[in-house]
Structures are given as structure tokens and as C-alpha cells.
């Protein structure tokens, strides 16, 4: 089992930033990667960027290319989510998930791959 345990969200205003944390316990060993998915009132479940946990590679939904950085400190079992210029479609509940099923080079975007959750975080970005 891998939990996790979110914390950084708030209010704030547009073109504003916000740090996301995320950090992991237990059989922490299982984890492969780590992401940050995140759902809207009314919408689906969006997955916004994820880090392999043992490699270098990173993803990031077109719509938070070159405004959300993910990072990750392996001896700490925390990742980290720096949003900057958020707009207000930032506005969501951020989930961290874990993904343990198989190694892979290539980060899984399906958010329904993720077997383990945080309990979200809500970030709110007003106009």
C-alpha cells in the first residue's frame, strides 16, 4: 500500500503561482510514477503532468506547458508541482496519484491507471 499526502493549495489571484507538495509513504519501493491529475466542477478528471519515479522522463498537458514545472526528491518521497501564470481554467481539485503496475520509460497518462490517491487539494484562481 502507498499513501499519499497533499498540501499547497489556496487562492490566488490570475498570473499567480502556487507549489503543490506531495509526499509518499509506505511501500514507497512500488511506486514507478508519480502524477498530478486534477477535476473541475462539472468536468472529467484531467491528468496534468507525471514524473517517473526512477527516471527522467515528464509529461505536461499542452494547457500547462511551459507554466507548471513537476519535480520530484526521491529522499524525501516527495513530489512537487510549481504553478506559475495559473489562470483561472487552472481552477480544480489536484489529485497526486501513484502508478505501480509495470516499469515503464513512458509516463501514464491514463488517470484511471493510478491505483493510489491523495486526497486532493483544491486550487482556486481567480479573475
Known amino acids: 500500500q502507498v499513501q499519499l499526502a497533499e498540501s499547497g493549495g489556496g487562492l490566488v489571484q490570475a498570473g499567480g503561482s502556487l507549489r503543490l507538495s506531495c509526499v509518499a509513504s509506505g511501500r514507497t519501493s512500488s511506486i514507478e510514477t508519480l502524477g498530478w491529475i486534477r477535476q473541475a466542477p462539472g468536468k472529467e478528471r484531467e491528468f496534468v503532468t507525471g514524473?517517473?519515479?526512477?527516471?527522467?522522463?515528464?509529461y505536461y498537458v499542452d494547457s500547462v506547458k511551459g507554466r507548471f514545472t513537476i519535480s520530484r526528491d526521491n529522499a524525501k518521497n516527495t513530489m512537487y508541482l510549481q504553478m506559475n501564470s495559473l489562470k483561472p481554467e487552472d481552477t480544480a481539485v489536484y489529485y497526486c496519484a501513484a502508478y505501480t503496475r509495470i516499469r515503464t520509460i513512458v509516463v501514464p497518462t491514463n488517470a484511471g491507471h493510478y491505483d493510489y490517491w491523495g486526497q486532493g487539494n483544491q486550487v482556486t484562481v481567480s479573475s
Open positions: 514524473i517517473n519515479w526512477f527516471g527522467r522522463n515528464t
